[in-house]
């Protein structure tokens, strides 16, 4: 695992890390740690859905497109 180290973090912050920490019953890394899990879930949520959004939004817009793969698998056959 990689090492970070945080500077000049401000004294209302690590009261407020301390504190949470002490409530999960953790400690103050261990608080840390999950703060940061709970921010990289939350963006991963947040672009899959983006990205569902942007699938909706060009379904809207084109529609379902047919399959491919019979044109491609004629057009092989027919070069045989």
């Known amino acids: ?38 921010i990289a879930s939350s963006r991963k949520g947040h672009l899959l859905d983006r990205l569902a959004n942007e699938r909706a939004a060009q379904f809207a817009q084109f529609g379902e497109l047919s399959d491919s793969a019979p044109g491609i698998r004629a057009e092989r ?4």
Request: hydrophobic share 40%.
């Open 1 to 38: 695992m990689t090492e970070v180290r945080l500077r000049n973090v401000d004294p209302e912050v690590l009261t407020v890390i301390r504190e949470l920490a002490r409530q999960n019953r953790r400690t103050m890394e261990q608080e840390i740690r999950a703060g940061l899990r709970e």
């Open 77 to 80: 056959e027919a070069r045989w």
